[in-house]
């Protein structure tokens, strides 16, 4: 039987989000923002194991105030410092670290380091929609806003329809295999879905839920505390 694993990059800078910290290590309730990114991974049952990739640089992971939170997570939970320059490379780096322990038909959730509000709701509704899936797929959204493309100047281009268009989030869930593969063919790509498509594979889109929010500008920490308080006193 496949097995599942979780792979969460957590090499960048975070250069957009405008702080001297990177994003995933900022404050939230308490923790890094990380922690909570690797929490709901740590604690769901089917997943064997998960690591984390940080940079070979990082001086954050290791900082004393911490260590007690890294080991509330557990002992699936193994850090290796092969990031890379960019999130594809820190995948398949990850992939490598990892292959000792999977097989080819093994699952792979890459999960992003800055989405702290994925719910166990979530996990388990990709992990059972895709149970039987050749490929994989991820969680996503349907689009609701009205889109708009703009031109050099900011100005309204053109109205695009939204029909058919989906938020892509994470985790994005493959097998292990046509995932190393894919990677290694294709870096180019802002996440793994896209290196599955350039390899000809039609990921599977799972419906996901707009809580699953990806903390990339400073409001967005807010709403993640306000979520993962609600979600606390619903407990």
């Not at 960048?12 to 990380?34: C, D, I, M, N, T």
């Not at 994005?172 to 295999?177: A, H, I, K, L, V």
Request: hydrophobic share 45%; net charge negative.
């Amino acid at each position: 039987m496949a097995r599942y694993y979780a792979i969460v990059p957590a090499a960048g800078s975070g250069s957009r989000f405008g702080a001297e910290v990177p994003k995933q290590y900022l404050p939230l309730l308490g923790h890094p923002l990380l922690w909570h990114t690797l929490d709901v991974l740590c604690r769901h049952p089917r997943l064997e194991r998960v690591w984390v990739v940080i940079s070979p640089e990082d001086a954050w992971w290791s900082r004393p105030e911490w260590q007690q939170g890294w080991l509330e997570l557990g002992p699936r939970l193994e850090v290796v410092a092969c990031g890379g320059a960019s999130r594809a490379e820190s995948v398949a780096n990850g992939l490598r670290a990892a292959a000792t322990a999977l097989a080819e038909e093994d699952w792979v959730l890459v999960h992003d380091a800055a989405r702290p509000c994925l719910s166990r709701t979530m996990l388990d509704r990709l992990m059972d929609e895709l149970a039987d899936d050749p490929v994989g797929g991820l969680l996503a959204v349907p689009v609701a806003d009205t889109l708009k493309r703009a031109d050099a100047g900011q100005r309204v281009w053109e109205t695009l329809s939204r029909d058919g268009l989906w938020q892509a989030q994470t985790p994005q869930m493959f097998r292990y295999d046509l995932l190393r593969q894919a990677l290694s063919a294709c870096r180019d790509v802002t996440d793994e879905a896209g290196a599955m498509e350039a390899a000809g594979h039609q990921p599977r889109l799972v419906r996901g839920e707009s809580t699953n929010l990806k903390v990339t500008y400073p409001a967005d920490l807010g709403l993640a505390e306000w979520i993962l308080r609600g979600r606390r006193a619903g407990e």
